[in-house]
């Protein structure tokens, strides 16, 4: 009798799951192409505007770049702050009295003392190096704050509009709006990552850069405010601590300076009539619109800046963005509202959020980012031709 054999029942062969290799984290190259691109295309609009601004004016490209507030910067850099302010008439006429570099703090003009001692050409070379570089990684810097706060392609485009908006004009010249945007948008981003002493560090040089940059310091009150109230974050305090020591040490300097304790507040009431008159020389422009509608072109600037300002505002606040954001855009351009230096674009720009928040409300319309784009850059032409003929006493 034959016998057969059965096999041994085989195993099915395990089941193995594949899973997909997850996309390769994008360069910090190519992550920042579009901020540097931005700024880059940005700053070759705004040269060829300061060239026509040279051509109007018949005079060298490198003045140009100096202009007003520029020549206080370099001087400062050059042969430092005066050790006195006389009672002199400076104005014939106007009742004004002298102006001084005292008006002006000291990081910007110190940054600048330093790189001309590396590079040649001047301290004017040095300080026009100096607002190119800061330019860029201000807009770097406001990139990485937007991309935390709301995702990669709304951060590409605040960073489009943040480089080509009407008052980034300044980041072509000596000036320092650019270094408060820089310290600024840094502590913001501290902030928001709850690194309390970075935070402070960051805005007490802010402090030391524009006086504006009490904006930064009331958002590291909220801040810190806020953690120790919902969370009981009791570190979170050092940030408040440290912001104002920037400014509070340049009055102190300047008492030791010159003797003369309130020195600051007396050139910027005297020698440029600066003061808190809540809102009324704002308001005063459009007056002088309606009574005299071409008779100043500065007025003309002011209005639609006010006006843009109003309606970016709005856009903000619709936005959601994190509170301390909000606390800093709408507290430096309430001060500004309600000062008689009136809303200049250059003093809109620094309130960076502003654009973040206009980018996040055009991230599902191309078209009107891309109208929008063009604007701005139209912008920013016009105020560098309009800035760069001081001449003619325009001042936006």
Not at 12 to 39: F, G, I, M, Q, T
Not at 150 to 157: N, Q
Not at 264 to 284: A, C, K, M, T
Request: net charge positive; hydrophobic share 60%.
């Amino acid at each position: 009798m034959a016998r057969t054999v059965t096999p041994d029942a085989t195993e099915a062969p395990p089941v193995v799951e594949l899973v997909p290799e997850a996309p390769a984290e994008p360069s910090l190259a190519r992550r920042l192409a579009v901020p540097l691109l931005a700024y880059a295309g940005s700053r070759v609009i705004t040269t060829f505007a300061i060239g026509l601004a040279a051509m109007a004016s018949k005079q060298a490209f490198h003045r140009v770049l100096t202009v007003w507030d520029g020549r206080w910067y370099l001087r400062i850099a050059v042969h430092g702050y005066p050790t006195s302010v006389p009672q002199g008439d400076f104005y014939h006429g106007t009742g004004r009295q002298v102006q001084s570099a005292v008006a002006f703090f000291p990081l910007y003009s110190l940054l600048m003392r330093a790189l001309d001692r590396i590079l040649p050409g001047g301290a004017d070379v040095a300080g026009a190096v100096l607002a190119l570089l800061i330019g860029a990684l201000a807009t770097v810097v406001v990139w990485v704050v937007a991309d935390k706060v709301a995702g990669r392609t709304v951060a590409d485009r605040a960073a489009v509009l943040f480089a080509f908006s009407p008052g980034a004009f300044v980041l072509s010249l000596v000036y320092a709006e650019g270094l408060l945007v820089l310290l600024s948008a840094g502590c913001l981003l501290a902030l928001l990552e709850r690194r309390w002493l970075l935070a402070g560090g960051l805005a007490a040089l802010a402090g030391a850069t524009r006086p504006n940059a009490t904006a930064v310091m009331l958002a590291c009150a909220w801040a810190a405010g806020v953690a120790i109230w919902r969370d009981r974050e009791w570190r979170a305090v050092v940030a408040p601590l440290l912001a104002p020591v920037g400014m509070l040490a340049f009055f102190a300097f300047l008492w030791w300076h010159t003797g003369e304790p309130l020195i600051w507040f007396r050139v910027e009431s005297q020698g440029w009539g600066e003061r808190l008159d809540f809102g009324r020389s704002n308001l005063g422009v459009f007056a002088d619109l309606v009574t005299r509608p071409l008779h100043n072109p500065n007025h003309v600037v002011l209005a639609v800046s006010m006006v843009t300002a109003v309606v970016m505002m709005v856009i903000l606040l619709r936005a959601k963005l994190p509170a301390v954001l909000n606390v800093f855009a709408l507290s430096g351009l309430g001060l500004v509202m309600a000062s008689h230096i009136n809303a200049r674009p250059r003093f809109i720009f620094v309130a960076f959020p502003l654009v973040i928040a206009l980018a996040k409300a055009t991230a599902r319309r191309p078209a009107v980012f891309v109208v929008l784009t063009a604007l701005f850059a139209a912008s920013t032409v016009m105020l560098t031709v309009f800035y760069g003929l001081h001449k003619l006493n325009y001042y936006p």
